[in-house]
């Protein structure tokens, strides 16, 4: 039993991260593998200071404008098993990096149920909305 405010209850495992839309955060990709812990999933913690919690289908205009602030992600770097990017690649990418792509006008299509909660505090909803690939039978969480 763990305590949880003033409850008690069985540990049953880490609780689950929810996705932006309210759900149970779903795979990012696992072709290239991505994810801070190299899940698939863009989960997070608290040695992730780089928040990569936003699930981002790449275009070539983002990571030509990711490597113009110094993110180069479409160079392969076999030392760390990371394959380079390609455009349509899903990469959990970092929110402040994503948000400076929106920002300037290049941001990169999210896929909000595999986008973690936790960017919430970094990223409006809005702007996430407004870059969604994917949209969820029930829009009623997207209000």
Not at 83 to 111: E, I, K, S, Y
Not at 130 to 140: H, I, M, R, T
């Amino acid at each position: 039993m763990r305590a949880v405010g003033n409850a008690l209850r069985a540990y049953s495992g880490p609780m689950a991260e929810r996705n932006v839309v309210g759900g149970e955060l779903e795979v990012c990709s696992t072709e290239p593998l991505t994810g801070f812990y190299r899940d698939g999933c863009c989960s997070t913690g608290d040695d992730d200071r780089g928040s990569h919690t936003i699930c981002a289908v790449v275009t070539a205009e983002f990571l030509e404008h990711q490597k113009s602030i110094g993110n180069n992600l479409s160079s392969p770097m076999p030392m760390y098993g990371f394959p380079g990017l390609n455009p349509g690649d899903r990469w959990c990418v970092t929110a402040r990096n994503w948000l400076q792509a929106h920002r300037d006008g290049v941001a990169a299509p999210v896929v909000l149920a595999a986008t973690n909660e936790k960017v919430l505090s970094i990223v409006d909803l809005s702007f996430l909305k407004e870059n969604a690939v994917d949209v969820p039978s029930d829009l009623s969480g997207l209000e």
